[in-house]
């Protein structure tokens, strides 16, 4: 037990919480779940969290930053709106198979908690930040204006947020296909129906 304590880091331990949050659920988790999954005392545990709330916060946090990110790259800034928005789609789902865990657990969140409450917003204002791209790629008239951007938003988010059910790291389950193969088949399935003219 002194060697496992002395190895565990803030990380390990928080692609431990992880875990089990997607398993049990986050209100089906107690912290003895935790430091059992762990291999290490809860004393251990608050030694470097406050408590699961913290950890809860700091997984979601890490999934927020990442595709908030993606919002700053050059290529979601720069040219037309409807290239932007193809790459905040790619990139969404790039971010979402790199992560999978984390996402995961952000997609989970219901609002029973200030740290969950406070995830749902952000999720929000990404997703707000998204339809506006949609709105001026279609008042630019390179996206169909007869499909509300705030609709077109949720079905886009939909097909890509469907990944974490059955995509996985190890391949299994979805056919072999790489993430790039995955990304771009989720950016022409959706942009085939979305555009009004075929990609340049």
């Given at each position: 037990?002194?060697?496992?304590?002395?190895?565990?880091?803030?990380?390990?331990?928080?692609?431990?919480?992880?875990?089990?949050?997607?398993?049990?659920?986050?209100?089906?988790?107690?912290?003895?779940?935790?430091?059992?999954?762990?291999?290490?005392?809860?004393?251990?545990?608050?030694?470097?969290?406050?408590g699961?709330?913290?950890?809860?916060?700091?997984?979601i946090?890490?999934?927020?930053?990442?595709?908030?990110?993606l919002?700053?790259?050059?290529?979601?800034?720069?040219?037309?709106?409807?290239?932007?928005?193809?790459?905040?789609?790619?990139?969404?789902?790039?971010?979402?198979?790199?992560?999978?865990p984390?996402?995961?657990?952000l997609?989970?969140?219901?609002g029973?908690?200030?740290?969950?409450?406070?995830?749902?917003?952000?999720?929000?204002?990404?997703?707000?930040?998204?339809?506006a791209?949609?709105k001026?790629?279609?008042?630019?008239?390179?996206?169909?204006?007869?499909?509300d951007?705030?609709?077109?938003?949720?079905?886009?988010?939909?097909?890509?947020?469907?990944?974490?059910?059955?995509?996985?790291?190890?391949?299994?389950?979805?056919?072999?296909?790489?993430?790039?193969?995955?990304?771009?088949?989720?950016?022409r399935?959706?942009?085939?129906?979305?555009?009004?003219?075929?990609?340049r």
């Open positions: 037990m002194p060697a496992k304590r002395d190895t565990y880091t803030p990380d390990t331990l928080l692609a431990v919480a992880v875990r089990v949050f997607n398993e049990r659920g986050y209100d089906g988790t107690s912290m003895e779940h935790l430091s059992r999954a762990a291999g290490i005392s809860k004393s251990s545990i608050y030694h470097h969290v406050t699961k709330e913290e950890l809860l916060r700091r997984a946090s890490r999934a927020l930053d990442e595709l908030f990110a919002l700053e790259e050059p290529a979601a800034l720069r040219g037309r709106a409807v290239d932007r928005l193809e790459h905040v789609t790619r990139r969404t789902a790039e971010v979402l198979m790199a992560d999978l984390y996402v995961t657990l997609l989970r969140v219901r029973n908690t200030d740290t969950e409450r406070w995830a749902m917003a952000r999720r929000r204002e990404f997703d707000q930040q998204v339809a791209l949609l001026q790629a279609a008042a630019e008239g390179d996206l169909r204006t007869d499909v951007p705030r609709l077109a938003t949720r079905l886009l988010f939909g097909m890509i947020n469907s990944l974490v059910e059955w995509y996985r790291p190890d391949r299994s389950g979805h056919g072999g296909h790489t993430k790039d193969e995955v990304a771009e088949a989720v950016v399935t959706a942009f085939a129906g979305l555009r009004t003219t075929p990609e």
